[in-house]
């Protein structure tokens, strides 16, 4: 057996030009223009090409993107006050402070600071409660992603078995909101469960986002699973450069499961597609609107 490849860069692309209609729609249906703002402490070039992706993409979709800039020495009181002026400032929907922060700032009281109706990323504790309460809230990106490809790759989530490798406040404890929402059984594990392989075996529905290189190998995998690599890890490739792989062996796992996602190309572009999608709902929720069918 050889796994469908998940094409999460495919859907992505198609996602967008959804988010795009739905845009024009709310320009032309109510003078709606979604805004997002991003705001980015320090250097860290990672964040700085991933900062400047989701601006190029939220122009192209036709959202008023804006970025702010600080430096590395920036201090939390600083940080705090640039939230709240965004806060204050109705042409502003989403909020986005990108992580990791410089060590001086507690990245959590800068997520509590965000307003919950401007959270694009779903990170404030009142999203993450209402979601797993069942109540309508700001979704993470990444899981949401993750979802979306879920339903597209198999339809009806009802009843399957989703054993989650990870427990993050990011990925892990809501894929697993999310899936139970699905209607899933759904068991959430980590690098310490004990028998850690024998769970994966058993799953319908196999999401790793433990953050460890390839540590869910081939044998671990049920015959014909669906298998939904969140992992980024940077490997040694030799000559001063590096290889991407995820958290899935998926030389392995592809003679295996169903289908699954590749990294890269599989989750990673939907999480920046969602973020756009998440700008439009809080944009249409603060104008009291429905939000356009996407």
Not at 25 to 44: I, M, N, Q, S, Y
Not at 213 to 230: L, Y
Request: aromatic fraction near 2%.
């Amino acid at each position: 057996m050889t796994a469908d490849i998940i094409d999460g860069k495919a859907f992505a692309a198609g996602l967008r030009a959804r988010v795009a209609a739905q845009v024009g729609e709310c320009r032309a249906r109510h003078g709606l223009t979604p805004g997002l703002t991003v705001v980015l402490v320090g250097e860290d070039p990672a964040s700085q090409v991933y900062v400047r992706n989701k601006g190029r993409q939220a122009a192209e979709a036709g959202i008023a993107s804006n970025e702010i800039r600080l430096d590395a020495g920036t201090g939390q009181a600083e940080l705090l006050a640039v939230v709240a002026g965004l806060n204050a400032d109705p042409a502003v929907h989403g909020i986005l402070v990108q992580l990791p922060l410089p060590p001086q700032i507690d990245a959590a009281a800068v997520i509590d600071a965000i307003d919950p109706a401007k959270d694009v990323d779903g990170f404030h504790v009142r999203n993450a409660g209402r979601l797993a309460v069942g109540l309508p809230a700001m979704v993470s990106c990444t899981p949401r992603g993750c979802l979306m490809l879920l339903e597209d790759q198999l339809g009806d989530l009802s009843g399957l078995d989703a054993v989650i490798v990870g427990r993050s406040n990011i990925v892990g404890k809501p894929m697993a909101q999310l899936l139970l929402g699905a209607n899933c059984t759904v068991t959430t594990a980590h690098s310490r469960t004990r028998g850690l392989d024998a769970h994966c075996r058993r799953a319908d529905i196999l999401v790793a986002a433990v953050g460890r290189p390839e540590m869910i190998r081939g044998p671990w995998i049920k015959p014909g699973a669906t298998v939904i690599d969140v992992g980024m890890n940077r490997l040694d490739a030799g000559n001063g450069k590096t290889r991407l792989v995820g958290d899935v062996c998926f030389a392995e796992a592809v003679e295996v499961a169903g289908a699954i996602t590749p990294v890269p190309g599989g989750v990673g572009p939907m999480t920046v597609a969602v973020l756009l999608s998440n700008t439009v709902t809080a944009a249409c929720r603060q104008a009291g609107v429905e939000v356009p069918a996407g």
